[in-house]
């Protein structure tokens, strides 16, 4: 099932680097599947997500989701 939120792109420095999506509520979230462009800290984002089952990681921050469509926000 999929689920549509609203945050801001961060990097997070740590255990080689990765990128993730912090929602307006403060729930962190690790897409597998990180568009190129996207990769901007602090921009904002609406993003239809699809949780990730069986998803092995070395990075122990957020819930592993499947990017389905996004687009960006501007203020």
Same mark, same amino acid.
């Given at each position: 099932?999929?689920?549509?939120?609203? @945050?801001?792109?961060?990097?997070?420095?740590? =255990? *080689? @680097?990765?990128? *993730?999506?912090?929602?307006?509520? *403060?729930?962190?979230?690790?897409?597998?599947? %990180? &568009?190129?462009?996207?990769?901007?800290? @602090?921009?904002?984002?609406?993003?239809?997500?699809?949780?990730?089952?069986?998803?092995? =990681?070395?990075?122990?921050?957020?819930? &592993?989701?499947?990017?389905?469509? %996004? =687009?960006?926000?501007?203020?």
């Amino acid at each position: 099932m999929s689920k549509r939120i609203s @945050g801001k792109v961060v990097y997070q420095n740590f =255990s *080689g @680097g990765f990128w *993730g999506i912090v929602t307006d509520s *403060g729930i962190e979230y690790r897409p597998v599947n %990180f &568009p190129n462009q996207l990769k901007k800290k @602090g921009v904002r984002v609406d993003i239809v997500i699809k949780k990730v089952k069986d998803e092995v =990681s070395m990075f122990m921050w957020g819930e &592993p989701v499947k990017i389905i469509s %996004f =687009s960006t926000l501007y203020s």
